[in-house]
């Protein structure tokens, strides 16, 4: 049996030959009702909440998860919110984690004066109340990020996404213009525009959170514990063992 975490890993598994029969739907998944409990209970202190992290009560803020390196192309989110700026001040960034790239994108957005605020590493216990400041997450990564859980996490707490075409999660999670929206590996022109539209339409955006987290119904614990059991289930025809020579 083959175990598919989404709609990528089933064409990969048919293209080598596995039988439609014989793949599991076993998505990746986090605790959904943990991330949408826990950011209905902060949402009134989302006013409080941005003030500690020296966020505009009204600004539209996109937002950047994960560790500061190539794969994740963080530096693609500083130069296109600095775009975006120029053509809504209201925009602002966050950028939550860390790692090698952290200087080199502070150096940027200090020398240009882009409005960025950096966290540094959140844990779980932590990081939605990044997601409640936040009206939306990006993320830029190239063809490693193989699924990308935080677009599940962002989701669970309604937020839309806005993911590159080469991160695994898109075709199974964003819907353009529903969920969130998908723009080609690199552009970050395309990335700017698409923050700039969403950021004109907070209550869009509130509609296409509300959608996200939808979504991610069937992309839960349950339905991957579900797709072991049924791998398990599914008799298998008796092997016929041959004497070598």
């Known amino acids: 049996a083959c175990l598919a975490p989404g709609k990528g890993y089933r064409e990969y598994f048919l293209h080598y030959g596995a039988l439609p029969e014989r793949i599991f739907f076993v998505p990746h998944a986090v605790d959904n ?9 902060l949402e009134p202190r989302r006013s409080q909440l941005r003030k500690e992290k020296d966020l505009h009560e009204n600004a539209i803020v996109f937002m950047f998860s994960g560790k500061f390196i190539l794969k994740k192309r963080p ?28 200087a080199q994108c502070e150096q ?12 540094g590493f959140l844990n779980q216990s932590q990081i939605i109340k990044a997601y409640v400041v ?13 699924w990308g859980l935080v677009v599940n ?27 969130g929206f998908i723009f080609p590996l690199g552009d970050v022109v395309a990335l700017a525009d698409s923050m700039v539209r969403f950021s004109v339409n907070p209550e869009g955006l509130i509609s296409m959170g509300i959608d996200a987290r939808s979504r ?3 992309y839960s614990v349950e339905t991957a514990v579900d797709g072991v059991i049924q791998s398990l289930e599914t008799p298998l025809e008796p092997r016929v063992w041959h004497a070598s020579a």
């Open 216 to 218: 991610l119904k069937n």
């Open 153 to 179: 996490e962002a989701m669970a707490c309604a937020r839309t996404c806005i993911v590159s075409d080469r991160v695994g999660c898109g075709p199974d999670l964003v819907i353009p213009q529903k969920t």
């Open 33 to 41: 009702r943990r991330f949408q409990i826990e950011a209905q209970c």
């Open 134 to 146: 936040s009206d939306a997450l990006v993320l830029p990564s190239d063809g490693g990020e193989t």
């Open 75 to 102: 530096m693609d989110f500083v130069c296109a919110i600095e775009r975006a700026v120029r053509q809504n001040p209201q925009i602002q960034g966050l950028m939550v984690g860390d790692g090698p790239l952290r």
């Open 108 to 119: 940027l957005v200090q020398g240009r004066r882009i409005p960025i605020r950096f966290t």
